[in-house]
Nanobody, 115 residues
Framework: QVQLMESGGGLVQPGGSLRLSCGVS????????MGWYRQAPGKQRELVAT???????NVADSVKGRFAISRDNAKNTVYLQMNSLKPEDTAVYYC?????????WGQGTQVTVSS
């Protein structure tokens, strides 16, 4: 059974940084695209960033220049580096292993940006 486990969330002041990690177990990792999504209270889940199996990345306009996605295939882990955080970045952040048709999700990690 494929399992994804996020970590690294927490409370940070505006302008601060966090790095989220997502480890994948129970299934293949390197051949799949991976993604980070987020869901704020009362809003739909939205795409933050994706990375293909060969390392090509795509980042949402709302976080471009502040967030970066990366992966370490040797560790079966995908990362989301978040810099210059804003209060509007507050959300539960989820990682996903993107298959066709199956998508596996982690349980999410809370990121709160507040002074």
């Amino acid at each position: 059974q494929v399992q994804l486990m996020e970590s690294g969330g927490g409370l940070v002041q505006p302008g601060g940084s966090l790095r989220l990690s997502c480890g994948v177990s129970g299934g293949a990792f390197s051949i799949y695209a991976m993604g980070w999504y987020r869901q704020a209270p009362g809003k739909q889940r939205e795409l933050v960033a994706t990375i293909t199996s060969v390392g090509s990345t795509n980042v949402a306009d709302s976080v471009k220049g502040r967030f970066a996605i990366s992966r370490d295939n040797a560790k079966n882990t995908v990362y989301l580096q978040m810099n210059s955080l804003k209060p509007e970045d507050t959300a539960v952040y989820y990682c996903a292993r993107i298959g066709h048709p199956d998508v596996y999700w982690g349980q999410g990690t809370q990121v709160t940006v507040s002074s």
